[in-house]
C-alpha cells in the first residue's frame, strides 16, 4: 500500500469539452481544500478510463506555482485566472 489514495467521482456528460469545463469547475471549487491538486484533474470516456485527458496546463512557474489555465489554452501561461472581461474593474467606476 502506498499511503496515498486518489478519489474517482464518476460524473456523466455528453462529450469531451463539457467533461473539462465541469472537471476544472469543480476542481476549482475545492482547491482551497490542501489535499485537493487541481492540477493534476484529468477526465475519461466511461468506456476508456486508461486515455485520460488532462483540465490544467499545469506548467511550471515563478517561485514553484504552477499554470491554472486550461490544457489546451492559446495564451501565456498564469498563476493566476484572468478577470472577464479584461476591462471589468473599469466598468464598475
Keep these: 500500500m502506498t499511503g496515498r489514495y486518489v478519489v474517482h467521482l464518476p460524473v ?4 469531451l469539452a463539457r467533461a ?3 472537471a476544472r469547475t469543480a476542481a476549482r471549487s475545492l482547491a482551497f481544500l490542501a489535499h485537493v491538486d487541481p492540477g493534476e484533474t484529468t477526465v475519461s470516456a466511461e468506456d476508456d478510463q486508461g486515455l485520460r485527458h488532462r483540465v490544467f496546463c499545469d506548467n511550471r512557474l515563478e517561485a514553484g506555482r504552477r499554470c491554472v489555465l486550461r490544457a489546451d ?16 474593474g473599469r466598468l464598475l467606476r
Design 73 to 88: 489554452q492559446e495564451t501565456p501561461c498564469a498563476s493566476r485566472l484572468p478577470r472577464w472581461p479584461p476591462n471589468a
Design 12 to 15: 456523466v456528460v455528453t462529450d
Design 20 to 22: 473539462k469545463v465541469l
